[in-house]
Structure formats: structure tokens, C-alpha cells
């Protein structure tokens, strides 16, 4: 089973990224993303369900970036639009089997599988 991150890049602020992550191995009832910067914890970004429903982002990306799934590719997306210095981090992909209850989903240890990471630098 793996997690494959790609998409990431040195953009403008104002301009726009497209992250992909691609699942092998199996599917995933949820999969999410996650954000790191050096020196601080990693941070919830956005989650989606492959059963539908709408998916949860964080405040800070609300309105911003969107999230999307091709169960068909196994693969989900994150359109970044309107970056902003802030977003620079390295961007980690997750994903579990199940569809935990959304309370949790926020919580790195909710999820089983992360992709390697890819790299946004968003320049002022």
C-alpha cells in the first residue's frame, strides 16, 4: 500500500498549485491532507470522504483550496488557489480504510497510511 504525493513547487504569491496523491494498493474510505512547516507540528488541511458528503477544511484554506477524489484513479487532488506566503509548507497526504467519526478527523493519528510529502514554496 502507498501514498504517492506529487504537484508541489516554488509559485507566486496569488498564483495556484494542483497536488495530486495517488493510492496503490488498496482504497480508502478518507483520505486528507496535511500541512508541516519547520520548527511546528503538522496541520490539519482538508479531508474528503470517497462515500460523498462534503469535506472539511481548515479556516485558513477555506475558500482557497479545494479538494477532490477520482475514485476511479484511486487518487485525490488539492487546488490551491489565491497562495499565500503562509501556505508554504511540505504537503503530506493521508488516508485510511474507514470513515472515522468526523471529530476525529482533524487528528494525525486517525490516519494509517501518509504519502512522502511535496514541497509548496509560495514567494512574496
Known amino acids: 500500500v502507498q501514498l504517492q504525493a506529487s504537484g508541489g513547487g516554488l509559485v507566486q504569491a496569488g498564483g495556484s498549485l494542483r497536488l495530486s496523491c495517488a493510492a496503490s494498493?488498496?482504497?480508502?474510505?478518507?483520505m486528507g491532507w496535511f500541512r508541516q512547516t519547520p520548527g511546528k507540528e503538522r496541520e490539519f488541511v482538508v479531508v474528503?470522504?470517497?462515500?460523498?458528503?462534503?469535506?472539511y477544511y481548515a479556516d485558513s484554506v477555506k475558500g482557497r483550496f479545494t479538494v477532490s477524489r477520482d475514485n476511479a484513479k484511486n487518487t485525490m487532488y488539492l487546488q490551491m488557489n489565491s497562495l499565500k506566503p503562509e501556505d508554504t509548507a511540505v504537503y503530506y497526504c493521508?488516508?485510511?480504510?474507514?470513515?472515522?467519526?468526523?471529530?476525529?478527523?482533524?487528528?494525525?493519528?486517525?490516519?494509517?497510511?501518509w504519502g512522502q510529502g511535496t514541497q509548496v514554496t509560495v514567494s512574496s
Open positions: 494498493g488498496r482504497t480508502f474510505g478518507t
Open positions: 474528503i470522504r470517497g462515500s460523498g458528503g462534503a469535506p
Open positions: 493521508a488516508a485510511t480504510p474507514g470513515l472515522p467519526i468526523w471529530g476525529i478527523l482533524a487528528r494525525q493519528s486517525t490516519y494509517d497510511y
